[in-house]
C-alpha cells in the first residue's frame, strides 16, 4: 500500500502538474536586411555607373544572371499553383467562371491603356524634330525578334511538343496549358485525385524553399543591373528622349493611381495606397530588376495570405502575366506614336487604332521573351507597318529605364486585378483582407519558403465551415 510520501512524489511528477515545456523561439526574420541589401546595391550601382561607366557595364552579367535564376522558378511555380487552385475547386464551371472573368476584365483594362497612351501620345507629339542615322536604323531592325510570333503561329505553339517540354523551354504559355489540363483532370479524378495534389503540394513547397534561397542573390543582381543601365546610358543620351520618358511615367501613374485605384475603391471598397504598402518590397525587386516576373511568386503567396482564395490567385497571376500587361500596352502605344512622329511620317487616329490593336494581339505572343516590350514592338511593327522599323532605333538607349516602369505597371494591374476577380467571384475574405493591410496579420516570410497548402488557406477554410455547418 503506497504511503503519503509516495503518493505525493507521483502527485508532484505526474503531467498534469509538471512545469510546462518552454515554447520554441519564435523564429527570427531576417530578410527586412534583404531589402536593406537591395536599396544599399542600388545606391552603390548608380554611383559605379556614373564613376567608372566602362567597368560598370561589364557587371551586366550579373543582374541577367540573377533574373534568370527567378525565370528558371517560374513554369514549376505556375504549374502547381494552377493544378493546386484548379484541384483543390470540386466545381469546373467555378473554375470557368473565374477565368472566363479574368480574361474579359484583361481585354477591357488593355484597351483602356491603350486608349490613354493614345491620348496622352498625341498630346505629347514628343518624336517631333528628331533625326534618324544610318545607325539607328539598323539597330532598330536588330530589334525585330523571331520569338514575336504571327497570331496564327502564335496559338500553334501553345501547344507543346511533348509534356515535359514545357519546362524545359521555358514557354509560359504552354506551361500554362499543361497546369490548366492537369488540374482539370485532377479535379475530374476526385477523391482518386488527392495523393497526386499532396505530391503536388510538396514539389511547390520544394520549389518555394528553392525561390528563398535564391533571393539572397537579390542585392548581387540589383547591382549589377543599376550599374550596366547608367554606365550604357549616361545623361546625355537621355536628354533629347526625356519628354517621351516622363510622358510615359506619367501616363503609367495616371492609370495606376487613377484607373486602377477608382476601380479597387469602387469594386472592393480599398485603398490602393493601402495594397501598395503591403506588397512595398516585391515593388522594390521589381525596380532593382527591371523584370515583373521577379516578383510573381511573392505575389501569389502574398496574395493567398490577403485573403483571396487559392482558385482565384492560381487562375488570376500566372495568366495575367500573360495576358495583362497594363505597362506594356502604353509603352506600344506612345513608342509607335514617338516613331512616327521621329520619322516625319505623323499617323492619323485611323491609322493609329488598326495599329495598335495588331500590336495588342502581338503582345500576347511576346509572354516570356526576353526584354518583351522592345521585341514585341519591333515584331509588330515589322508585320503591320514596315516602315516604322527604322524608328525603333532611337528608344533603344532609353529602353531599360521605361522597362522599369512598365514592369511596375504591369505588377500592379495583376495584383489590382486578382482582388477584383476575388470580389466579383466572392473568393475573398474581407476581414481578413482589411486586418491585413491594416497590420494586425504581418506576412510571413517564411510562408514564401514553406507555401501553405489548399486546405490551410483561410479563403478555402472559410468555404469548408459553410458547408460543415449547412450539413448540420
Known amino acids: 500500500m503506497p504511503t503519503k510520501t509516495s503518493r505525493r512524489a507521483a502527485v508532484s511528477h505526474s503531467p498534469a502538474t509538471a512545469p510546462a515545456a518552454p515554447a520554441p523561439a519564435a523564429k527570427r526574420d531576417r530578410t527586412h536586411y534583404l531589402y536593406l541589401a537591395v536599396i544599399a546595391a542600388v545606391a552603390l550601382g548608380i554611383a559605379v555607373g556614373l564613376i567608372w561607366p566602362d567597368a560598370a557595364i561589364e557587371l551586366k552579367p550579373l543582374g541577367t544572371g540573377f533574373v534568370n535564376l527567378i525565370k528558371m522558378m517560374i513554369s514549376p511555380i505556375i504549374f502547381c499553383t494552377i493544378v493546386l487552385g484548379i484541384g483543390s475547386v470540386r466545381k469546373a464551371a467555378k473554375v470557368g467562371a473565374v477565368g472566363g472573368i479574368a480574361l474579359g476584365y484583361f481585354?477591357?483594362?488593355?484597351?483602356?491603356?491603350?486608349?490613354?497612351?493614345?491620348?496622352?501620345?498625341?498630346?505629347?507629339?514628343?518624336?517631333?524634330g528628331l533625326h534618324l542615322t544610318n545607325a539607328l536604323r539598323a539597330t532598330g531592325h536588330d530589334q525585330v525578334s523571331s520569338d514575336a510570333l504571327p497570331p496564327v503561329d502564335f496559338v500553334l505553339s501553345i501547344i507543346p511538343v511533348t509534356f515535359v517540354s514545357a519546362f524545359t523551354e521555358g514557354q509560359v504559355l504552354q506551361t500554362l496549358l499543361i497546369a490548366l489540363l492537369a488540374g482539370f483532370a485532377l479535379?475530374?479524378?476526385?477523391?482518386?485525385g488527392r495523393p497526386v495534389l499532396r505530391g503536388i503540394e510538396h514539389i511547390q513547397r520544394l520549389v518555394f524553399r528553392i525561390l528563398a534561397m535564391v533571393m539572397w542573390a537579390a542585392p548581387i543582381g540589383a547591382f549589377g543591373a543599376i550599374a550596366?543601365?547608367?554606365?550604357s546610358a549616361g545623361v546625355d543620351a537621355l536628354k533629347s528622349l526625356a519628354v517621351l520618358m516622363l510622358g510615359f511615367y506619367a501616363t503609367c501613374v495616371l492609370f495606376v493611381f487613377v484607373v486602377l485605384a477608382a476601380l479597387l475603391r469602387a469594386v472592393s471598397g480599398l485603398n490602393i495606397f493601402s495594397l501598395f504598402k503591403y506588397l512595398g518590397r516585391e515593388f522594390l525587386l521589381i525596380l532593382s530588376t527591371s523584370s515583373s516576373e521577379s516578383a510573381l511568386p511573392r505575389l501569389i503567396a502574398k496574395m493567398e495570405h490577403l485573403g483571396v482564395s487559392r482558385a482565384v490567385v492560381g487562375i488570376t497571376v500566372p495568366t495575367g502575366y500573360s495576358f495583362n500587361l497594363d505597362g506594356t500596352m502604353i509603352y506600344m502605344t506612345m513608342?509607335?506614336?514617338y516613331i512616327a512622329d521621329a520619322l516625319g511620317t505623323p499617323m492619323s487616329v485611323g491609322e493609329q487604332i488598326p495599329l495598335?490593336?495588331?500590336?495588342?494581339?502581338?503582345s500576347k505572343g511576346a509572354a516570356g521573351v526576353s526584354g518583351a516590350g522592345l521585341a514585341t514592338l519591333a515584331g509588330g511593327l515589322q508585320s503591320?507597318?514596315?516602315a516604322l522599323v527604322d524608328g525603333v532605333g532611337l528608344i533603344v538607349g532609353i529602353d531599360r529605364f521605361m522597362s522599369e516602369a512598365r514592369a511596375l505597371t504591369n505588377f500592379a494591374g495583376n495584383a489590382v486585378a486578382t482582388v477584383l476577380i476575388g470580389t466579383w467571384t466572392q473568393e475573398i475574405?474581407?476581414?481578413?483582407?482589411?486586418?491585413?493591410l491594416a497590420g494586425e496579420l504581418?506576412?510571413?516570410?517564411?510562408?514564401?519558403?514553406?507555401?501553405?497548402?489548399?486546405?490551410?488557406?483561410?479563403?478555402d477554410r472559410r468555404g469548408d465551415e459553410r458547408k460543415e455547418l449547412a450539413s448540420a
Do not use: C, W, Y
Open 107 to 128: 481585354l477591357v483594362m488593355s484597351l483602356v491603356a491603350l486608349a490613354i497612351g493614345l491620348v496622352v501620345g498625341n498630346v505629347l507629339h514628343p518624336g517631333d
Open 187 to 192: 479535379q475530374a479524378m476526385g477523391d482518386a
Open 228 to 231: 550596366a543601365v547608367v554606365g
Open 335 to 337: 513608342a509607335s506614336l
Open 356 to 362: 495598335l490593336l495588331f500590336l495588342l494581339l502581338a
Open 384 to 386: 503591320h507597318k514596315p
Open 429 to 436: 475574405d474581407k476581414e481578413r483582407v482589411r486586418s491585413v
Open 442 to 459: 504581418p506576412f510571413d516570410e517564411t510562408a514564401v519558403a514553406a507555401h501553405v497548402g489548399p486546405e490551410d488557406h483561410p479563403a
